[in-house]
């Protein structure tokens, strides 16, 4: 198990699309990745449940709890996203009222058909997030370049402690 920020670990962050996003537990959104472990979004914190089978992971995720805690609580509560984050939804969200295909789409948007199917699907789980949020300005192959050079700070983002790094495209300090 590993547990993060919701900023450092969410699946617009990762350079894998998940095979599968859901809500679990009536609040919490789990993006599960082939063989590779299942992610719980949970408020502000993302666990990451490494195991060997997807089964075996998704039954660990339902279990999650406090380290206090006996049982699992009756309900996770939704993820909370960094506003970087839910303007790169609010991206594909819009897009696809204009084109009427998933390939057109990933086509304009530059991204691989399964990260837009995923981003479309976390847009629905996350619908009431996304109310007043802007879409980026920039084209994704800006925000794709500016996560390659993560140490390099902008205007907007500024790290948080010494020797700390930006991901300028995903707003978060690592």
């Known amino acids: 198990m590993q547990n993060s920020s919701a900023c450092a670990r969410n699946p617009v962050g990762l350079d894998v699309a998940p095979a599968r996003i859901y809500v679990l537990r009536g609040g919490g959104v789990a993006a599960a990745y082939r063989g590779n472990g299942v992610d719980v979004g949970i408020g502000r914190h993302t666990v990451t449940v490494f195991a060997r089978g997807d089964a075996v992971a998704l039954e660990a995720a339902r279990e999650l709890r406090r380290l206090a805690a006996t049982a699992p609580p009756a309900r996770y509560s939704p993820p909370v996203y960094p506003t970087a984050v839910l303007r790169e939804l ?31 699907r976390l847009g629905r789980l996350l ?4 109310v007043g949020v802007k879409a980026p300005t920039s084209s994704w192959a800006a925000v794709e370049r500016d996560r390659r050079w993560p140490s390099r700070p902008t205007s907007s983002a500024r ?16």
């Not at 790290?159 to 690592?174: E, H």
């Open 90 to 120: 609010k991206r594909v969200v819009i897009a696809r009222k204009r084109f009427h295909t998933i390939r057109a789409l990933s086509r304009a948007i530059g991204l691989p058909r399964g990260a837009i199917r995923s981003r479309l």
């Open 127 to 130: 619908e009431e997030s996304l």
């Open 159 to 174: 790290p948080a402690r010494p020797g700390g790094s930006v991901s300028p495209a995903l707003g978060c300090v690592a």
